[in-house]
Every structure is written in C-alpha cells, then in structure tokens.
C-alpha cells in the first residue's frame, strides 16, 4: 500500500468535484455519505448514500439507487432504483410508528406527539454487503444484513430477505432461487480464481467460455499479477466538510 499525501480537508461540492477528476463517475444527484471508500474506476450515477459505502473497481450503480450502509466488491452491475438496506420499524412494540421510537421524527413540534414519544432502540441487521461480479437488476429491494455471494445474479423486482450464494440466481417476491449459474464444480473453482483481483487480460479469449478460462487461470496463475487501483476514501468532519485520503493498495494474497 502507498499512503496518500497530507489528508486534504475539503467542502462538499470540492469533495464531489475531486471524485469527479479521479476516474468515479457522478452525477447531480449524487449524495456523498458520511463515509465513502471507493477504489477508482467506478460510477456512482445519482446514488444516494446514508451512511457509509465501500466499492470496488469497476462497479456502478444506476440512477435512483438508494443505500443506508453498503459494501460492494470489483466489477458488480447494480441497475436503476435498487434499494440498499434502508431503515426497519419495529414490529414488536405497540405501534409500529415512529412515535414509539423516534421523537425527532416529522411530528415532533406536535405536542401530543412530543409528550408520547419516546426514542427506544430498533435492531438494525447491518450493511448489505455483495461480493464481487454479482449483478443486481432494476428496482431489487434488498433487506439490511444480506449478503449475496460473488458471481450471483438477483432478478429485476425481486425482495431479497436472506442470504445469496455465489454464482445463484433468484428473482422473486420474496427472492427464491431460480438456478446456480454453473454446476458446483465449476462454480468453486471459478470462485477459487479471484479473477477480480488478477490482470487477466492474457486470458479474455475465453471469458465466454468458463471451463476454458478457470483451466487457462489455474496454468497461468503464477504469472498473472495482482491488480493495484487507487483507492479514495471521504470521511465527513462536520455537516459541510470532509477529510479526503488517496492511496494505492493492491488485492490482499
């Protein structure tokens, strides 16, 4: 890994711009989360980011897209409109308003609604989290704490409410499988590549043939190096203001 220079401190709109001239692609629209990693080429589009994602190069999001928290690997393809994670109400208190677990929600200069509001905890089940190469199509709802495995594919309006393996494709409402993209052998030893991690530009020829490809990754595997991208991190300082790093990192292995 090669650190960055001094951390720049930077208003919001110059933290925008300076993704915008580092090869990650924006749009008005886009919201700049409280933290934000993203290893560059990638394309945010006009998503809009609650709280923290990390990415992985070569992935984009379509316009739409919303996200509370998220960590997404190499090369993904996420469609318009999918929703990432968002916030839950509880469903075992008496109401599952939010006045009986958030005061400062909308109502509260509402003086019957400030005298019986009362901030109570709601489980939140994490960050959804995608591994590497998983297509995601247009307006797929995902459930916080889900994670979908590397190569998996979720079909347009599907509500996944658990875990995806890799290289499975479901669809549905809620998700159910539909099939594995490839026989289990092939499967894991395609997974067992890491090809996202590897310049494997020596072996495209055969990307639209996965038997030929892992036998040509599983001969050449010693030769093929290992990917290195600049990766940019923001972390919010105040309501205007973020600390930006750059640096150059390597896959780990």
């Known amino acids: 890994m090669t650190p960055s220079p001094e951390a720049q401190t930077l208003p919001k709109a110059q933290a925008v711009e300076y993704l915008r001239d580092h090869q990650v692609a924006v749009e008005v ?48 393809s996420i469609a318009r409109r999918v929703i990432f994670g968002q916030a839950e109400h509880p469903t075992g208190y008496v109401s599952t308003h939010t006045i009986a677990f958030n005061p400062t929600a909308g109502f509260a200069s509402d003086e019957y609604f400030a005298a019986l509001a ?80 590897h310049d494997v530009r020596s072996l495209k020829d055969s990307f639209d043939r996965p038997e030929a490809f892992v036998d040509a990754f599983e001969r050449e595997r010693a030769s093929l190096p290992k990917l290195v991208f600049a990766t940019i991190t923001m972390e919010q300082v105040d309501r205007g203001t973020f600390t930006v790093r750059t640096y150059e990192a390597a896959a780990p292995g």
């Open 118 to 197: 009362t901030k109570r905890p709601v489980p939140y089940a994490g960050d959804v989290v995608l591994g590497h190469d998983v297509w995601i199509g247009d307006s797929v709802i995902i459930r916080a704490g889900v994670s979908i495995g590397s190569g998996a594919i979720v079909g347009a309006g599907a509500v996944v409410t658990r875990d995806v393996l890799p290289y499975e494709i479901i669809a549905g409402v809620p998700a159910k499988r539909i099939r594995m993209r490839f026989p289990d052998e092939l499967a894991a030893r395609l997974l067992q590549t890491g090809w996202w991690d």
């Open 29 to 76: 629209g886009f919201s700049l989360p409280t933290f934000l990693q993203v290893e560059v080429p990638a394309s945010l589009s006009r998503t809009k980011v609650e709280r923290s994602l990390r990415i992985g190069a070569y992935s984009y999001t379509g316009a739409g897209t919303e996200m509370r928290s998220a960590r997404i690997g190499r090369f993904c």
